[in-house]
């Protein structure tokens, strides 16, 4: 209601303004449009403060926007032309991130709106005018009139996160210690700790409020929460740890207070209450580990007596990259960033070296195949609106923007889709023509069209969100009629020609549905992670092959990094469409392929190339068991179908017990094999039976994304 309210407000003041006060009848319908352009078909995050900054912004643009569609309408096939790659351009940019797809459709009216005739240049000041004038009016709604409240920001949902996340540190440490209350006080707290840690799940969050843009502060952001899903994924591990004899368990008990309190204080900056954390901390208490490890022997003991100690690194690193993520976040300077050696370049944190502008080129790049859903979703559209200008050229439609109008609103991401929103569509549209043309047939006086514009004006913008797209058509027909009967002379046929159009825009757009990529995103999300996975499972053999046998190392680390990032914008379009309920868990099937890369990189760091030769033959059977899953089910997933759990681990093998120092490499390596195992069991969804911690937490580990 705040947002109708606002919009109808400027729309109509602009409206009446150049229409009745200046006079000029080229002026209005921007004045008009460009407010229903800007605050109704675009959605745009952040306070009022900031939505006000972001509308003067892309003020140059809509002016170059309706320069284009005005200069461009001096025929039919140049019209055309623009509409194709502008429409491609205007969608494919808002790979950027939310803010950039939520101006999309704006954007694109404000070139429909010029480029149909009366080829017009000279009215061209007066249209710019028209449009100056909304822009300015809805930025001073925005941030004067009736604002919306901000938004609970990112970074406060992530300090609620990270700050559960410490408690859990914090009571494990206790337990490890001897405090007989500490293991009691993790139970009680993992759950709302997983509840923290689901907040920051995409599918739990409006898409304007995602961290998703191609900055740098963005993607660290959601780096930090991924991490911090890790990070929480492992505490329930080593709940289930309970290796009392473990001979790293003094040490391990030292890393796991330190990373306790880096932790807490990452969470005490997210929220605006002290310093920015020191990576130095968590680095000299991962150091001192391994010192720690150097000075005790390992032979003659058992992996199992390791296992604690390893996963315990794991968690101490996992704790360094988090408090990385964030001081990336904050603006510090990338140097010693990302120590990644050259065989894992460029790392996790490679962005930290580039500067915005190369960033947003990269994402953009990176996107620019027919595999990134992004592009399809945009060559899907510039096609549709390209093909629909064309023919209302050809028919010489008298309102032909109409049809485009309607191809924005109908035409989804799938066939399926698409198909849904027909119905509601064209019944409102009908339905809403009816009514109009009953009001046009009682020969009213124009006096009352304009009294009663901005009422059926709020009514129309305020139903869509509340009753269904149905009901916001069928006002927003009523809107147009009541717009055009103060300029010219109108009958009932206005409402015929309005169906008429409506009609072929959801003609074109059910068309272009069925054939260009009609499945959307949950197809291509299929192959996309299902190639993750299939890079994931090199990732693995890889990763052993180095460090065991001392291999060269290859791309299937950089070729899985861009997998997944593919696989990612896949599950982002996939979260935007209604699907019933899936059988697999999604981000449990990214977070395989995430896990796999993450702690390749980690492990690569920890081991000289071929430095664990005399156990490669049991390394590599091991790997590549793990690898044979990852490839399995990502071969399921090519095929549409859902993965299955990977069967039992493989039969118990002799582990050389006189590596020295090295065995500790080993139960660092079997703690990543074996987590790499779990992720995949938990693609189904299916909790372990009889385990009620591991049922409430069993959602935890699968969110690291």
């Known amino acids: 209601m705040r947002r109708a309210v606002r919009v109808t407000l400027v729309a109509c003041l602009g409206f009446y303004l150049c229409r009745y006060v200046l006079g000029s009848a080229s002026a209005a319908p921007y004045a008009l449009f460009g407010a229903v ?6 959605q745009i995050p952040g306070s009022p403060r900031q939505r006000a900054r ?9 002016w170059a926007l309706i320069s284009l569609g005005t200069l461009l309408s001096v025929n039919d096939w140049a019209a055309a032309a623009g509409m194709f790659v502008l429409g491609f351009a205007v969608s494919f940019v808002g790979v950027g991130g939310p803010r950039l797809v939520g101006l999309a459709a704006g954007m694109q009216l404000l070139y429909i709106l010029p480029c149909f005739p009366p080829y017009d240049p000279g009215s061209l000041p007066e249209r710019l005018g028209g449009f100056t004038l909304a822009v300015v009016l809805l930025a001073t709604a925005e941030r004067y009139f009736w604002p919306d409240p901000a938004p609970t920001p990112y970074r406060h949902r992530l300090a609620d996160a990270v700050t559960a996340l410490a408690a859990c540190l914090e009571a494990l440490a206790d337990d490890w210690s001897g405090d007989k209350t500490g293991r009691d006080r993790l139970a009680a707290l993992v759950p709302e700790a997983t509840e923290a840690a689901d907040a920051l799940r995409p599918s739990r969050l409006q898409l304007m409020d995602r961290p998703a843009s191609a900055g740098r502060r963005d993607r660290a952001l959601s780096s930090a929460a991924g991490t911090a899903r890790l990070l929480l994924g492992r505490v329930v591990d080593l709940y289930f740890s309970a290796d009392r004899e473990a001979i790293t368990r003094p040490a391990a008990i030292k890393l796991l207070s330190t990373t306790a309190g880096c932790v807490d204080a990452t969470g005490a900056w997210l929220r605006g209450d002290g310093p920015l954390p020191d990576t130095n901390l968590v680095s000299a208490a991962i150091t001192d580990f391994r010192a720690a490890r150097m000075n005790t022997d390992p032979d003659g003991l058992p992996p199992e007596r390791l296992r604690l100690g390893a996963l315990a690194l794991a968690l101490g690193e996992w704790t360094k990259t988090l408090v990385v993520a964030v001081r990336i976040a904050a603006g510090e300077p990338p ?42 979703g945009a060559l899907r559209l510039a096609a549709a609106l390209a093909v629909a200008r064309l023919l209302a050229g050809a028919l010489d439609l008298s309102h032909g923007f109409w049809v485009l109008l309607t191809i924005l609103t109908v035409l989804r991401t799938s066939a399926a889709e698409t198909r849904s929103t027909l119905r509601p569509a064209l019944v409102g549209t009908v339905a809403g023509s009816v009514v109009a043309a009953l009001l046009l047939l009682l020969g ?30 069928a006002l927003f027909t009523l809107v147009i009629t009541l717009v055009f009967a103060q300029f010219t002379p109108v009958d009932w046929r206005l409402a015929e020609q309005r169906v008429t159009d409506v009609l072929l825009g959801a003609a074109i757009g059910v068309l272009i549905g069925l054939f260009a990529w009609p499945r959307g995103g949950a197809g291509e999300l299929h192959r996309a992670t299902g190639t993750f996975l299939a890079s994931a499972a090199e990732v693995v053999r890889e ?38 309920a899936a059988a697999l868990d999604w981000q449990a099937t990214l977070v395989a392929g995430h896990h796999a890369v993450r702690g390749a990189e980690a492990l690569v760091r920890s081991c000289p190339s071929g430095g664990l030769l005399p156990c490669v033959t049991q390394l590599t059977a091991l790997s590549g068991d793990v690898a044979t899953w990852y490839d399995r089910s990502a071969e399921r997933l090519l095929l549409g179908e859902s993965p299955s759990p990977p069967g039992a681990h493989p039969a118990p093998m002799e582990w050389p017990d006189n590596l020295g120092q090295d065995l500790y490499i080993v139960a660092d390596l079997r703690a990543w094999l074996d987590g790499l195992r779990e992720d995949l069991t938990n693609m189904t969804g299916r909790p372990e039976p009889g385990d009620d911690l591991r049922v409430k937490v069993s959602r935890v580990a699968d969110g690291a994304t």
């Open 37 to 42: 352009a800007l605050g109704a078909l675009s």
């Open 54 to 62: 972001t509308l003067i912004l892309v003020l140059p643009v809509g």
């Open 335 to 376: 140097q010693h960033a990302d120590p990644t050696p050259e065989t894992a370049r460029p790392g996790q944190f490679w962005y930290a070296y580039r500067r915005t502008p190369a960033l947003y080129w990269h994402r953009l790049k990176e996107n620019l195949t027919p595999r990134s859903v992004a592009f399809q």
């Open 444 to 473: 009213l006086d124009p006096v009352v069209f304009a009294v009663a514009l901005p009422v059926v004006m709020i009514a129309g913008f305020a139903a869509g969100p509340l009753l269904g797209l149905g009901w916001s058509q």
């Open 543 to 580: 990763t052993v092959a180095v460090m065991a046998d001392g291999a060269e190392p290859g791309t299937a680390l950089a070729r899985a990094r861009r997998a997944g990032q593919l696989a990612e914008a896949s599950f982002a379009l996939y979260q935007s469409e209604r699907h019933p």
